[in-house]
């Protein structure tokens, strides 16, 4: 999984208009310690090793690798090379923004990979995506990639195509950036489903309930 240190204005700043600066930043508190657990989950259920990759102070009682500098792809794969260098048979990543993503989707990852696949791909209705699986390195699929753009999983797609990768893809899912998604993501944790991710739940419940003009 990757995450970064929480710092008041530079996580989630999108949603300071919405939740103020405090609020953001307990927000992503809430969305990292939830996804944590959803890592957790999903590595017992696949009999995979969990690992977060952290950029800034590492969290405790976590096995965490250092993402290092560059863009988001450079980053990606460094820490997707360090782990397959360090004997692993395939890697799995996520984001630390999609807290209500079902384990099943991540164990789905990992059985494809381990029959065949040489890239599962998870894409984001915003154009990115929530998930990248792969069994070797593919630096291709990372440099110079439009980060942030509405194409970034489609050009992954297209790049992997090019490189004769057998892909396989998960159904659509979102992650937590902008205003809009703070909506979503409680429909997605009504319910009984709210155990998928109770802190943001709870957070996200307080929050919309004040209104937009007040922080969490």
């Keep these: ?22 609020g953001a930043l307990r927000l992503h508190e809430a969305l ?15 009999r995979a090793r969990p690992f977060v990759a952290w950029t800034g102070r590492p969290p405790r009682r976590a096995a965490v690798l250092r993402q290092g500098s560059g863009d988001l792809g450079a980053r990606l794969r460094r820490v997707v090379r360090r782990l397959l260098c ?6 799995v990543v996520i984001g630390s923004d999609s807290p209500a993503l079902p384990a099943a989707r991540i164990v789905r ?3 494809l990979l381990e029959r065949g696949a040489d890239l599962v791909l ?4 915003d154009g990115g995506y929530y998930l990248i699986g792969l069994r070797s390195d593919q630096p291709a699929l990372f440099d110079r990639m ?18 004769g990768l057998r892909t396989e893809r998960l159904p659509p899912y ?16 009504s319910g ?17 309930r004040r209104g937009s003009s007040q922080p969490i």
Aim: hydrophobic share 45%; glycine share 6%; proline share 7%.
């Design 1 to 22: 999984m990757f995450a970064r240190s929480a710092a008041p204005g530079r996580v989630k700043t999108r949603l300071e208009p919405r939740l103020g600066r405090q």
């Design 32 to 46: 990292v310690a939830d996804s944590t657990d959803l890592l957790r989950l999903a590595a017992r259920r696949a």
């Design 122 to 125: 998870g894409p984001a209705i």
């Design 174 to 189: 979102f992650d937590v950036d902008r205003p809009a998604d703070l909506v979503r993501l409680r429909r997605a944790l």
């Design 192 to 208: 009984p489903r709210r155990r998928r991710a109770p802190r943001t739940a709870r957070l996200l419940l307080h929050a919309l």
């Design 146 to 163: 439009p980060w942030g753009g509405r194409r970034v999983a489609a050009r992954t797609l297209e790049r992997a195509a090019r490189l």
């Design 109 to 111: 990852a990992v059985r």
């Design 86 to 91: 360090a004997g692993h048979r395939a890697v």
